[in-house]
């Protein structure tokens, strides 16, 4: 079943602006990462916050966990035209096979110059 | 270097046919997936072997065979192709390392193969 539901679904803002996307899950992690995907292309990593984590910071991102709410954001700060992409909110379960993943359903932010 | 390779990157088929596709990481990992991503962007976990072993089989058609000849290479191979086998799939790896204490889990992803079946 599908575990991230992400907010908003689009977004679009000028260069140098702040990005804001969200995410809300629904059972526990074990931690919680975020990708980037340009336009036919594959996933990129781009940070992972463990359960224990309440915020982590990667260059201009920043991301928050909240797991007594279910959550997580995703900050992109000073917003550049490179950034248009894709962003992915991906949940690492506590139980379960492998490490296996589970994807919210994105954000498609455009960075206008 | 290509960290992780996916071949073909197009494929373009009759319904009914059987094909594959191939997967191979150089990064030394132990565990690789397949994912499919559909029309609408959402990803969904088809199955993962560690060091050859298959660890995760999700609600897949048993169309869908996947096969891993070393922990380098996991191959898709898919019979009678349908319409909804329409998607991108992406291969990924990953170290699984429990020392690493959750980090092991950042997934390193193929560029995908778009699979249309007409």
């Known amino acids: 079943s599908q575990q991230g539901e992400e907010d908003p679904q689009a977004l679009s803002i000028q260069e140098g602006e702040n990005a804001t996307m969200n995410c809300s899950y629904k059972t526990s992690i074990n931690n919680l990462q975020w990708y980037r995907q340009n336009s036919g292309r594959g996933l990129v990593h781009l940070i992972l916050?463990?359960?224990?984590?309440r915020e982590k910071h990667s260059g201009r991102l920043r991301v928050t966990l909240d797991t007594s709410k279910k959550s997580s954001s995703l900050l992109i700060t000073a917003s550049r035209a490179a950034d248009t992409a894709s962003y992915f909110c991906?949940?690492?379960?506590?139980?379960?096979?492998?490490?296996?993943?589970?994807f919210g359903t994105g954000t498609q932010l455009k960075v206008e110059l | 270097d290509t960290a992780v390779s996916q071949t073909p990157k197009y494929l373009v088929t009759q319904m009914g046919n059987d094909k594959s596709i191939k997967c191979e990481q150089n990064?030394?990992?132990?565990?690789m997936y397949w994912y499919k991503q559909d029309s609408k962007k959402f990803l969904k976990i088809m199955f993962s072997y560690n060091n050859k072993e298959l660890i995760i089989n999700e609600t897949v058609p048993n169309r869908f065979s996947p096969k891993s000849p070393d922990k380098a290479h996991l191959n898709l191979h898919i019979n009678s192709l349908e319409l909804g086998d329409s998607a991108v799939y992406f291969c990924?790896?990953?170290?699984?390392?429990?020392?690493?204490?959750?980090?092991?889990?950042?997934?390193?992803f193929g560029p995908g193969t778009r699979l249309t079946v007409l």
């Open positions: 991906a949940t690492a379960g506590l139980t379960g096979g492998g490490n296996k993943l589970t």
């Open positions: 916050i463990r359960s224990n984590e």
């Open positions: 990924a790896s990953s170290q699984d390392d429990k020392r690493l204490a959750g980090d092991s889990d950042t997934q390193y």
């Open positions: 990064l030394g990992h132990d565990t």
